[in-house]
């Protein structure tokens, strides 16, 4: 079992940057990768980002390319997503997820094997 808590959410401004953070605790021994997806309100949830193992790979929805960087510590159980520039449509509930699947395959919830418990994200017009 990988247990996954997310931080960093809150309430901004559009124009606004925040830094969420996924730490890993349980069985992190890898390789698994870690990936961010959101669900706002009345919507599906939806893949925002993901990170290989190793850190050396990543994955972007096309709605956050340019704004959002994902990144992995060091000891491979913590994972950042940088948000930058963000927009009223950004707002939704961030999920930080793990997977056992190819980096490649890391663009649904299907291949999830871990969830957080979600952290809110609100964007003000």
């Known amino acids: 079992q990988v247990q996954l808590v997310e931080s960093g959410g809150g309430v901004v401004q559009a124009g606004a940057s925040l830094r969420l953070s996924c730490a890993a605790s349980g069985r992190t021994s890898g390789p698994y990768a870690m990936a961010w997806f959101r669900q706002a309100p009345g919507k599906e949830r939806e893949f925002v980002a993901a990170?290989?193992?190793?850190?050396?790979?990543?994955n972007y929805a096309d709605s956050v390319k340019g704004r959002f960087t994902v990144s992995r510590a060091n000891t491979k159980t913590t994972a950042y997503l940088q948000m930058n520039s963000l927009k009223p449509d950004d707002t939704a509930v961030y999920y930080c997820?793990?997977?056992?699947?190819?980096?490649?395959?890391?663009?649904?919830?299907?291949?999830?094997?871990?969830w957080g418990q979600g952290t809110q994200v609100t964007v003000s017009s």
């Open positions: 990170i290989n193992w190793s850190g050396d790979t990543t």
């Open positions: 997820a793990a997977s056992f699947a190819s980096i490649k395959m890391v663009v649904t919830d299907k291949v999830v094997a871990y």
